[in-house]
């Protein structure tokens, strides 16, 4: 439980701070910080499926993202932007199948860990990436599966809010 408030209040925290709009869908490189401390936090046995057990926000960049993203253990990802922070409308379930699939591979062999990819401030239009990630497993995780599950998480963040918003345009009234 207190890993889910410190994820979640770290999540809003991050969330205020950035101040744009979302743009297009891109995948960044930006350069990893070795500074910042890995942890491993192992979940209990029997896991609350609302637990969240990854968090994953990005910032800045040259579409000035500002989103953020909390997965929990029963697989429900819930979205969050600087305009709307983390709710249960702005969220999904993953579809039964190959996510689910390499997401509790990843859990089931990784230990937890927090990582940040930072261009910092003399980068023009520089992004910012954060992730805490709760595995089950031992072996570290090194900076490509890190990378892969950034990437997992940007995915099923665009992915998400792609449904939402065709869902909310089939709901619109038609304009006049």
């Known amino acids: 439980m207190p890993f889910r ?12 701070a950035c101040g744009s709009d979302g743009g297009a869908d891109t995948t960044p490189s930006p350069t990893p910080r070795s500074d910042l401390p890995r942890t491993a936090t192992p979940e209990p046995a029997a896991a609350d499926p609302s637990a969240i057990v990854l968090s994953w926000s ?83 995780a090194g900076e490509d599966v890190q990378r892969d599950i950034a990437d997992f998480a940007a995915r099923l963040f665009a992915e998400i809010a792609a449904t939402q918003l065709r869902a909310a345009a089939a709901s619109a009234p038609p304009a006049s």
């Open 58 to 140: 990005r910032s800045g960049g040259i579409a000035g993202f500002c989103d953020g993203l909390l997965m929990t253990a029963g697989h429900r990802a819930i979205l969050g932007t600087c305009e709307q922070p983390p709710s249960p409308t702005a969220s999904g379930d993953l579809a039964p199948g190959e996510s689910i699939i390499e997401f509790e591979r990843w859990r089931s062999t990784y230990a937890s860990f927090e990582v940040e990819w930072d261009d910092g401030p003399d980068v023009a239009d520089g992004m910012r990436i954060e992730i805490t990630f709760v595995g089950r497993g031992t072996e570290p």
């Open 5 to 16: 408030l410190a994820a979640t209040t770290l999540l809003l925290a991050l969330l205020a």
